[in-house]
Structure formats: structure tokens, C-alpha cells
């Protein structure tokens, strides 16, 4: 038997409000990324590598039905799994007009198991319109993109917006009854250690639904490779990462989802740190301390 988290898995989350282990299939809806294409600026951020930072969709020009139908078959034989979120993660997937945004949502919906929709975006590509439109799907979820509160940090990156965009998305959308994940990245060279537990006051402050925590990787064809290649700076060794996200930890609400604090990683592209692919390394490693500590989900945390 699976021992209890010191904090709130989205695994648990899930199993709580649909009654059994739900499944998230990754999507590619074919979206683009205004930070990519030239409307923001050029280059993009400066993590993000050729297939959009993190992601790996390989949707091989397949319609969104068709992907929906190879996971679920997949998952199905594979784990008896019976439920299953939609999730469309590569690149900004609100960066459309209102029609094909509508019919590409609408498809994610084809079949009677999906009981969710996730969809990962940027807080500066939504509006009133789309945000209308995303609450009327079962039970809607939006993963935006912060990286960091500081604007400083927003700009050396390459960012194009700021925090007070990121605020303002999170304020609309939970108006709405739409879930809001965050996610950040932790070791950015200009960034201290409060700088990052700044981050995650501030999501606490907006009372946010769940986090992704990621480690700065470079990745191989990101405009930080060539930065890191030409002179190479220091990233955080794997306990280090670990001490700050149980600090982070202990700053969020207890209903906080935690939706990624370590992820498989993509040895083939990961220049540095190596250990970011040892999932399992590191997440043993965050219950250790936190054992260590004694310490939970939100004990430090003031509404």
C-alpha cells in the first residue's frame, strides 16, 4: 500500500472527486505560440526548445479524435484505466480565434470516458471570449505559464509579459469556476532563494489550484543552450532543489494540487543537470525531507 504524501497529489485530487484513478492523455492541437511566431518577440523563451519546451506530443499529424483514441486504447489495455483527461500541453493552446478553438475542444470530447479538459496556455493569450468558452466544458482546468513572479526574472527570459498579466488571467479565470494550475521553474541564475519562495507566496496569496514545479533544464536547440554552452553557470544539484520545493511546499494551501515536482525528463535532449531525469530519485528524496522536517503541505501558510 502507497504511503501517505506530506502533501496533496493531483493523483489524489483526482481519485477523490471521480471515484477511481483517472488518466491525463497528452494532446497536440496543432497550436502555435505568439512568443514563437513574431508577435511578441523573436526567439521565444529562452528555455523552450523546438517542440515547445517540456513536451514531447508526437502526434504525427493526427487529428486530436485520433490521438484520443490510441491513448485511450493504450491506457485501457495497459492499466484498465476508464477515465481520462484531456490535456493539450505543447505551446500556447488558446493562441487561436474563438471557431477553431471551439472545434478542436469540442473533439477532445469525443468519447465518453474523457471527463476533464486541461489546457496549457499563456496568461497573455486569453480573453473574456475564450474564457467563456472554456467554462462550459466538464470540469475545465487552465495550466498557465508564470516561470517566476519577478519581472526582472520575465524579462531576462524572454518572457513578454509580467506578473501582473499572470495575476490578472488567474483573477478572471477562477472567476469562473475554471481550475488554475501554475507553473514555475526554479534556478534561474539571477534568482536567490527568496526570490523563488517569493514566487510561491504570491501563488498562495491568489489561493491557486494546483502548481508544476520544474527545475531549469537546458535542452538541447533552446536559445539557453547557446547561453550555457558559450559560458556555463551554476544550476542547483538535485537536494538543493528538493530543500526549496518542500519550502515551497510548506508555503501553499493544503488544497493546493501538487501536479509535477519531478518529471521523466528527456535524456536524449537534457544537456544539464542529468538528474532532472531521476524522477522517482527525487521524489523520494522530497518525502524524505519533509519527513525529516516533520513538516506538511501548508504549515506555513497564511490566507
Known amino acids: 500500500m502507497q504511503k501517505e504524501k506530506r502533501y ?17 492523455i497528452t494532446l497536440d492541437g496543432g497550436f502555435n505560440c505568439p512568443n514563437r511566431d513574431g508577435t511578441i518577440s523573436s526567439g521565444g523563451c529562452i528555455f523552450c526548445d523546438e517542440v515547445g519546451s517540456y513536451s514531447r506530443c508526437a502526434s504525427d499529424n493526427l487529428s486530436v479524435a485520433q490521438q484520443i483514441k490510441s491513448s485511450i486504447e ?12 484531456a490535456y ?3 505551446f500556447s493552446n488558446t493562441y487561436a480565434n474563438l471557431e477553431k478553438l471551439q472545434k478542436t475542444y469540442d473533439e477532445a470530447f469525443c468519447d465518453d470516458r474523457i471527463v476533464g479538459i486541461s489546457i496549457g496556455t499563456r496568461p497573455d493569450c486569453v480573453d473574456d471570449n475564450k474564457l467563456d468558452l472554456i467554462k462550459t466544458y466538464k470540469n475545465p482546468w487552465i495550466e498557465y505559464g508564470l516561470q517566476s513572479a519577478n519581472d526582472e526574472t520575465l524579462k531576462l527570459i524572454n518572457r513578454g509579459h509580467d506578473y501582473e498579466c499572470f495575476k490578472n488571467a488567474v483573477i478572471e479565470t477562477k472567476k469562473r469556476g475554471i481550475k488554475v494550475c501554475a507553473h514555475i521553474i526554479l534556478g534561474f541564475e539571477n534568482e536567490t532563494k527568496e526570490m523563488m519562495l517569493n514566487t510561491a507566496k504570491k501563488l498562495a496569496e491568489l ?10 533544464t537546458v535542452l538541447a536547440d533552446s536559445p539557453l543552450y547557446k547561453k550555457y554552452s558559450q559560458k556555463p553557470f551554476y544550476l542547483m544539484d538535485m537536494e538543493q532543489y528538493c530543500e526549496i520545493v518542500c519550502d515551497i511546499l510548506e508555503l501553499l494551501p ?17 544537456i544539464a543537470p542529468k538528474w532532472v531525469n531521476r524522477r522517482f530519485e527525487i521524489l523520494n528524496m522530497i518525502d524524505k525531507i519533509m519527513v525529516q522536517r516533520n513538516s506538511y503541505q501548508g504549515e506555513k501558510y497564511s490566507p
Open 74 to 85: 493504450h491506457l485501457s489495455a495497459q492499466f484498465k484505466a476508464k477515465k481520462f483527461i
Open 207 to 216: 489561493n491557486i489550484d494546483g502548481i508544476k514545479i520544474h527545475m531549469l
Open 88 to 90: 493539450f500541453q505543447s
Open 8 to 24: 496533496y497529489p493531483y493523483s489524489k485530487y483526482l481519485f477523490e472527486t471521480f471515484g477511481t484513478k483517472v488518466y491525463k
Open 254 to 270: 493544503k488544497t493546493t494540487t501538487i501536479q509535477r515536482i519531478a518529471g521523466t525528463g528527456f535524456s536524449e535532449t537534457t
